[in-house]
């Protein structure tokens, strides 16, 4: 049990990568079809062929496993990337609602309390002390700098709730297994969404137009499916 | 196309790592885990209600009062808080930003400047002067100046 709890976080991690990465080969399969029962003629194919006989069913599984792994990499980086960009786009409306799928859960409550424990101290200190021009001179002024500083405080929370759930809450067992459950659950599905949308919209084309309509796709499959008969 | 599932599936995730986000800004709320940015914050904001307000407020009255004033280089600086505010004459401070002006060279054969945070009836605002230029405070629109960050 203490084994499976420990391997368990490390699955999680790997888990979204390689099913976004078998879900592109899938796609690709499905765009090259390649004929596996025949020798590519081409050196670097022919080479890999080769190399897929020699090592057997098991060697070729964990090939792919590994290519599928790297290519769901760069798949997961390409949608953080997105989904960092749509999340710095303010919502244009002030809707709140924009967009649903970008996290803003933010610790704001320690945030908050320091922040008008900030505001409060001009009004408690200054009050019947200085002239009202002056107080509402230094009160812009020092309004100023609690935004800024309020502001830098909000960007290092957003910062820190980015960190892996290890370095966060791993000393938290209890905590550990919930945020590290959820967290690998909310990105396994954002991530599979980009290759999923891409194999849905290639199996559409493919559906509306028989073998396909895309020129460089319809040579190859098409070609091949005749040839074949 | 299926996109209805998909949409579905984006927000599900989206909720997920939110919920998860959501459990550790609780944790931090309660004190359960430590959160640098946070203590680092609160401990500001302890020091700006304690100190800095306190210190703003005393000097607010005056048409111009200096809260800091560095002769510095970027390895090395002295504080000439207390030489500003003695050259302060009917609310304003001309002067030459100079090792003699100062009585003192930070850094010798490197090129100084004076950075100065000020207060002009109730305005916090801050300047840099290069060394052998005028110091000419306050501004002639203080209003222009930017505070302090």
Known sequence: MQILGNILPGFRDIRAPIIAGYTWLVLAWLLIRPDIHRRPADAAFGSLYDLGHDVGRLGVAVGVSVAAYLIGSVSQGVTDALATLVADIRDPLRFGWWPIWVSRALPLERIERARERADEALADIAHGVIGEATYRNLQSSLSIEVETRTNRALSDARKELGLPATLLVGDKPELFAEVDRLRSEGELRITVTLPLAALCTALGVMQTNGCGSWDGFRSLSCSRREAAK | ?149
């Open chain 2, 1 to 149: 196309m299926g996109w209805l599932p998909l949409t579905v599936l984006l927000a599900q995730g989206g909720g997920k790592v939110n919920a998860s986000r959501r459990i550790i800004a609780e944790a931090i709320a309660q004190r359960k885990i430590e959160s640098t940015g946070q203590a680092e914050f609160e401990a500001w904001a302890e020091r700006f209600a304690g100190e800095r307000v306190p210190a703003l407020v005393s000097l607010a009255g005056a048409p111009l009062s200096i809260v800091s004033a560095y002769w510095r280089t970027d390895n090395a600086r002295v504080d000439v808080t207390e030489i500003l505010q003695d050259k302060v004459k009917d609310g304003k401070l001309e002067m030459k930003a100079t090792n003699e002006a100062f009585g003192n060279d930070p850094e010798y054969g490197k090129t100084k400047r004076l950075e100065v945070e000020f207060v002009s009836h109730g305005i916090v605002g801050s300047a840099t002067f290069a060394e052998e230029s005028t110091v000419d405070l306050p501004p002639p629109r203080p209003a222009s100046v930017a505070p302090v960050s």
